[in-house]
């Protein structure tokens, strides 16, 4: 039973590039929540898609966008990277919008901007 | 704005030692709390409860939600090297999403 696989592990990129980091839900899940974790912090919520569309959104600038695929696998992008935007980036997954029920994290990638 | 709150922020001990780890929150609509254990990477999950009052245990950890204080704690008992982990409480308000605590560090000294 494959859990939540997320590509890339680790990515470097420089100031104003573009990203797009890959999540593919465990088996049977069909909704995907994003989240950023800085260091020494908990993960923060980015957003979520469920049937393909954005369902709930945090407080995250339109740099953030995603998207979700017929077979539940979900990309986060970012544009305009900032320093700031260095986290590991987890992606979680859960059945029916997850309301009643835990997410399951993957492994995250771990974006360094330079 | 939602918020949780979780105590100490670092802990070390010794094998051996139980441990208690705590976690208020305020949350709009509160749904459920769970509690996620994090070593390199991924949060793994531990338990979830939405009833207070009722103790969720499994083998060596438990833990228990008090809805009308808006608090949980979570416990470790006979603590091992292999629990030192980031110990992160989450919260789910009525939109479902998770709002995470900055967790606590623990370590276990052989």
């Known amino acids: 039973d494959a859990g939540v696989t997320q590509s890339p592990t680790h990515l470097i990129k420089t100031r104003g590039q573009q990203v797009t980091l890959r999540c593919s839900p465990k088996?049977?899940?069909?909704?995907v929540s994003w989240y950023q974790q800085a260091l020494g912090q908990g993960p923060q919520f980015i957003f979520q898609?469920?049937?393909?569309?954005?369902?709930q959104r945090g407080n995250f600038p339109d740099r953030f966008s995603g998207h979700q695929f017929p077979n539940y696998s979900s990309e986060l992008n970012v544009n305009a990277l900032l320093l700031g935007d260095s986290a590991l980036y987890l992606c979680?997954?859960?059945?029916?919008?997850?309301?009643?029920?835990?997410?399951?994290f993957g492994d995250g990638t771990r974006l360094s901007i330079l | 704005e939602d918020k949780v709150v979780q105590s100490p922020l670092s802990l070390v001990v010794h094998e051996g030692d139980t441990v208690t780890l705590n976690c208020s929150y305020e949350?709009?609509?509160?749904?459920?709390l769970l509690w996620y254990k994090q070593e390199k990477k991924a949060p793994t999950f531990l338990f979830m409860l939405t009833s207070s009052g009722i103790e969720k245990k499994s083998g060596r950890l438990s833990s228990i939600l008090d809805k009308k204080e808006l608090f949980s704690i979570l416990n470790i008992t006979a603590t091992q090297t292999g629990d030192s982990a980031v110990y992160l409480c989450?919260?789910?308000?009525?939109?479902?999403?998770?709002?995470f605590g900055k967790g606590t560090k623990l370590s276990v000294k052989p």
């Open positions: 088996s049977g899940h069909d909704t």
């Open positions: 979680a997954s859960s059945l029916g919008r997850g309301l009643n029920q835990p997410q399951h």
């Open positions: 989450a919260v789910r308000g009525s939109q479902g999403n998770l709002i």
């Open positions: 949350v709009t609509n509160f749904r459920s």
């Open positions: 898609y469920y049937e393909e569309e954005e369902r």
